[in-house]
Nanobody
Framework: VQLQASGGGLVQAGGSLRLSCVVS????????MGWFRRAPDKERAFVAS????????YYSDSVKGRFTISRDNAKSTVYLQMDSLKPEDTAVYYC???????????????????WGPGTQVTVSS
């Protein structure tokens, strides 16, 4: 299973970015997907997840109301729309995939099967 994220970059505070993650190597539809991030000098942290049906979604308190996760099963892609970005959102963002099929809560609980290589998001003040 391979995850390839894109869409990171440099943006000013208040701006927007959309991250994309394409999955290959297995049937995309059956697995939950999500995003984690690691900010400078901080532990890796959960950001958002979406269940295998695309209905159940979880967000960390720090991004709730600003970030939106979605998935397009036809394209085997998960997205993270990030609006109203803040300097504290600066981090390496990792796309993740559940290891067990047909689950909606694993990733939000930190149970991750696969990690992508990460993409840098930098928000300037």
């Amino acid at each position: 299973v391979q995850l390839q994220a894109s869409g990171g970059g440099l943006v000013q505070a208040g701006g927007s970015l959309r991250l994309s993650c394409v999955v290959s190597g297995r049937t995309f539809d059956n697995y939950g997907m999500g995003w984690f991030r690691r900010a400078p000098d901080k532990e890796r942290a959960f950001v958002a997840s979406v269940g295998w049906r695309g209905v159940t979604k979880y967000y960390s308190d720090s991004v709730k109301g600003r970030f939106t996760i979605s998935r397009d099963n036809a394209k085997s892609t998960v997205y993270l729309q990030m609006d109203s970005l803040k300097p504290e959102d600066t981090a390496v963002y990792y796309c993740v995939a559940a290891g067990r099929p047909r689950t909606s809560t694993d990733i939000s609980r930190g149970i991750v099967g696969y990690w992508g290589p990460g993409t840098q998001v930098t928000v300037s003040s």
